[in-house]
């Protein structure tokens, strides 16, 4: 029971919190790098294996953790390598849309870090590329493109990360070198190829605390003060003063005495009504003045009617939790009751009925009303008593309780007995 409790109380608490936590979506980012063009390029003219001449600046938006958008532009200059063949200038810019993944979250690397993370983005766009030297000097070529780049992060805090960036751009209908030096031949597909590395800031724009680059749903209760706090206060709910099976926060008399027998609330009970509780009450069956230690004290009906009438009509019973065919605690004194009753009158056979409430499907429930049952006829056995005189049988669902309290399910999952 007690880790039923403890696991939907801890389940209820984290739901509560995740949803109640929200994160920054948008940054914009500025970095700057080097830059390099691989083809085309005429016969003869090299650029450098890093030029130091391009700039990147984008706007992203994250929808979660994993997914979002990033707007970007981008602009730079390819040169040629000093005093190593003809010498070229081209500007160039960019416009793309695309689409960034969060690999970092995917692949959970808050499992070994906090502070390092990956995104990976992708998309198409539209640029111009301007010679401004040789043959094509001054054309503008218009051009279309492809974006893939991959971009480690460092976080520096919650408002700034450190990135660095590779991306490989293909342009499409590109109509001449990038040296303008020639004209293509296929100025069709995507014919110019070049990739761009840069280093810069991502800032973080929003109130809330974390963004969504480094946002974990787990973090507001999964710090090692926050969870031994709740863990602590669970604990401190779950403890059984009295040692009845019942946990202090649902038991209502949290002092009954060592071997009392309760019900579910944790009070104590009094089977007869004689104000004398069972467990000092001689004759628990039968009224009578505590002077006389519950007993009556004039002579009645046999005590063993007064007992079969309490065990028949259902005042006897053992308690189960919420899909479980282990006894509660407090109740399985029931089961002990029946046993004493059953030595002392070795005439009377018993049949052992297990219920179950309406919560789940309906065969799944006539099962385990069944496996309740066999667990106190496991009981009354292992006790002493002959299996010969038992047996037990489940009846399904108790459809005679409101289903809609919880209350009235805790009392519908339960084993009765009946005398024969």
Same mark, same amino acid.
């Given at each position: 029971m007690k880790k039923f409790i403890l696991s939907s109380l801890m389940?209820?608490?984290?739901?509560?919190?995740?949803?109640?936590?929200?994160?920054?979506k948008w940054s914009i980012e500025a970095t700057g790098g080097f830059n390099k063009p691989m083809a085309p390029l005429t016969t003869g003219f090299l650029s450098p294996t890093l030029n130091l001449g391009h700039v990147d600046f984008g706007v992203r938006y994250m929808a979660n953790e994993k997914f979002g958008l990033k707007l970007d532009y981008?602009?730079?200059?390819?040169?040629s390598v000093d005093g190593e063949g003809p010498s070229f200038e081209?500007?160039?810019?960019?416009?793309?849309?695309?689409?960034?993944?969060?690999?970092?979250?995917?692949?959970?690397?808050?499992?070994?870090?906090?502070?390092?993370?990956?995104?990976?983005?992708?998309?198409?766009?539209?640029?111009?590329?301007?010679p401004e030297e040789n043959t094509f000097s001054d054309f503008d070529d218009n051009v279309y493109n492809f974006i893939f780049g991959i971009t480690p992060q460092v976080k520096l805090g919650n408002k700034v990360a450190l990135v660095a960036d590779i991306s490989t751009i293909l342009n499409g209908r590109q109509s001449v070198s990038f040296d303008g030096g020639s004209?293509?031949?296929?100025p069709y597909g995507a014919n110019g190829t070049w990739w761009t590395g840069t280093i810069g800031l991502n800032f973080y724009l929003g109130k809330a605390e974390q963004h969504a680059d480094w946002y974990i749903a787990a973090d507001k209760y999964a710090t090692k003060e926050e969870l031994a706090s709740q863990i602590n206060g669970i604990k401190d709910?779950?403890?059984?003063?009295?040692?009845?099976?019942?946990?202090?926060?649902?038991?209502?008399?949290?002092?009954?005495?060592?071997?009392?027998r309760v019900n579910s609330a944790g009070v104590t009970l009094d089977s007869d009504g004689d104000g004398t509780p069972d467990h000092v009450d001689k004759c628990p069956f039968q009224p009578g003045p505590s002077s006389?230690?519950?007993?009556?004290?004039?002579?009645?009906?046999?005590?063993?009617?007064?007992l079969k009438k309490a065990i028949n009509d259902g005042y006897v019973n053992v308690y189960y939790a919420f899909d479980s065919d282990k006894p509660l605690g407090y109740s399985v004194?029931?089961?002990?009751?029946?046993?004493?009753?059953?030595?002392?009158?070795?005439?009377?056979k018993v049949e052992i009925k297990g219920f179950a409430d309406e919560l789940g499907p309906e065969d799944y429930n006539m099962k385990l009303s069944? $496996?309740?049952? *066999? =667990?106190?006829? @496991?009981?009354?056995?292992?006790?002493?008593?002959?299996?010969?005189?038992?047996?037990?049988?489940?009846?399904?669902?108790?459809? $005679?309780?409101? *289903? =809609?309290?919880? @209350?009235?399910?805790q009392m519908a999952r339960r084993a009765s007995f009946e005398i024969k």
């Open positions: 389940a209820g608490a984290l739901a509560l919190t995740a949803n109640a936590q929200e994160f920054n981008g602009l730079g200059t390819f040169k081209t500007k160039y810019n960019r416009f793309d849309l695309q689409g960034v993944a969060n690999i970092g979250r995917m692949m959970n690397f808050e499992s070994f870090t906090r502070t390092l993370g990956l995104l990976l983005h992708g998309g198409a766009g539209f640029g111009l590329v301007n004209s293509e031949t296929y709910m779950l403890k059984d003063s009295d040692g009845d099976g019942v946990p202090d926060y649902l038991d209502k008399e949290p002092n009954t005495p060592v071997g009392a006389t230690s519950g007993c009556p004290t004039t002579v009645v009906v046999d005590e063993v009617d007064y004194s029931s089961a002990q009751y029946v046993a004493n009753f059953m030595k002392k009158n070795p005439g009377v069944e $496996s309740r049952a *066999k =667990a106190v006829y @496991d009981l009354l056995v292992a006790s002493g008593v002959d299996a010969s005189r038992l047996t037990f049988k489940g009846y399904g669902e108790d459809t $005679s309780v409101d *289903k =809609a309290s919880a @209350d009235a399910r």
